[in-house]
């Protein structure tokens, strides 16, 4: 008999309409419905949930912490990006 | 040539006997710039670098705190058939649900940090790794229910909201989880031993003997006494513990003393009594020799309990394969009809 363990999923739940779906933890599952529905017994007895994005763990591909001081460099030195890097004249309003 | 080769093998020597201070210097740093983010409240995530320890640590703690969930089931599934009405059983069939849940959200945490989810729970049955204590205690009357969601449940409570805190990230967010869940399970605890007290002799005798039960194992909980507990030091450093096991076994009874007083239960022990210089409750010392036995597989429980969660894994092994079988046929025809 198969001694195979089961495939690790990402669960995302998008709590109400308007919000982002939103990573909750991870399960396991055979397949992509039974993913789903356990991540409904999981990480929605509460009402947590109005839609589930489920996605095998081994297909994300993430950033390397120990490169983050190099990537996120770039957007360091850019002050000029933020809005109040601007002085804005006294009885200025709306902008 | 000689002198080349000469030159070659003492540069050889050079690096080998550079390499290995240099690894541990490296290592020095590597764990210092790491105490600094535990410092300032910087959480750790899966992929940062951590010392072993830490991570062997983490493995350890919850991997127990997962296996306490799910052997935590057994106890009170004993009494979900004979639950006295429907809303009581379906209030405990939620509760232990939910113990369930938390499990799987600890045995996902434990899975960010590279431990095998399957090899933990091998640990369980083999006797490797622990669960707590309490659930080693059998459940005699209905009453027990009652016992152990308001006592139970309540220590559980005080150990995991600090854990809420607890610098490793996935743990921390799985615990916030818990304690979210976990005030309803202390709650329809205290409910049922609310109207057992307001019922008639036999049913206020009935809470009584139950409490009289799992109060010191309840206290046992918290584990040792501080100055036994070898593990706790380099916890609270690592900020994977916040409070040590004195000061949250304190805080449990200050709370729930008075708790026992409204519901006009006596506490079985004799030198428990209000300290106005400390402002907290005295209370008399705990059997460690009963909580060492019941740890170390001596419990009245602690076969049954493994025995049954043993067959669990074993019964259900054809349905796992059963479920792979078919979602891998699935996949093929998907496939072949592409």
Not at chain 2, 67 to 72: A, K, L, P, R
Not at chain 2, 73 to 78: A, I, R, Y
Not at chain 2, 82 to 96: I, S, T
Not at chain 2, 186 to 194: A, C, K, L, P, W
Request: with cysteine.
């Amino acid at each position: 008999m198969s001694q195979q363990e089961w495939p690790l999923w990402e669960v995302f739940i998008r709590s109400k309409k308007g919000l982002n779906h939103k990573h909750v933890g991870s399960l396991r599952a055979p397949d992509a419905q039974l993913a789903v529905e356990n991540a409904r017994d999981v990480y929605t007895r509460r009402s947590e949930g109005i839609s589930i994005w489920v996605v095998l763990s081994n297909d994300i591909v993430a950033s390397d912490p120990s490169e983050s001081p190099e990537l996120f460099e770039p957007a360091d030195d850019k002050v000029y990006r933020h809005p109040t890097f601007y002085d804005v004249p006294d009885g200025i309003s709306h902008m | 040539m000689l002198i080349l080769f000469v030159l070659i093998v003492l540069k050889h020597i050079f690096v080998l006997l550079s390499c290995v201070p240099m690894e541990n210097k490296n290592l020095e740093l590597l764990e210092e710039k790491f105490q600094q983010k535990i410092d300032q409240d910087i959480k750790i995530e899966p992929n940062d670098w951590m010392p072993d320890n830490y991570r062997q640590t983490l493995i350890r703690q919850i991997s127990q705190h997962a296996h306490s969930e799910v052997v935590g089931m057994l106890p009170e599934g004993n009494w979900i058939t004979r639950a006295p009405n429907l809303r009581r059983k379906a209030v405990l069939l939620a509760k232990v649900q939910d113990e369930a849940g938390h499990g799987l959200y600890l045995y996902s945490a434990v899975e960010t940090l590279g431990a095998d989810r399957e090899d933990t729970i091998d640990d369980l049955h083999s006797g490797k790794v622990k669960y707590s204590s309490i659930f080693n205690y059998p459940t005699l009357s209905w009453a027990d229910m009652g016992a152990i969601g308001w006592l139970v449940d309540g220590a559980a409570i005080m150990n995991q909201v600090p854990l809420c805190r607890c610098s490793y990230g996935p743990y921390a967010r799985a615990m916030v989880r818990v304690c979210k869940e976990e005030s309803f399970h202390q709650r329809q605890g205290f409910e049922i031993m609310t109207t057992l007290c307001k019922g008639t002799l036999e049913q206020k005798a009935m809470a009584q003997d139950a409490f009289n039960r799992f109060w010191w194992p309840a206290l046992m909980m918290f584990g040792p006494n501080d100055a036994d507990s070898k593990h706790s030091a380099q916890s609270m450093k690592w900020k994977i513990k916040r409070s040590t096991n004195d000061e949250l076994r304190q805080q449990f009874i200050d709370v729930t003393v008075p708790q026992a007083e409204l519901l006009g239960l006596t506490i079985p022990d004799a030198d428990l009594k209000w300290n106005e210089s400390t402002n907290h409750y005295d209370f008399g010392t705990i059997n460690w020799d009963e909580f060492w036995q019941v740890v170390n597989g001596n419990g009245p429980c602690n076969a049954e309990r493994i025995e049954a969660r043993t067959k669990a894994k074993e019964n259900g092994l054809w349905v796992r394969a059963a479920a792979m079988a078919h979602a891998e046929k699935q996949r093929e025809r998907t496939k072949q009809s592409a």
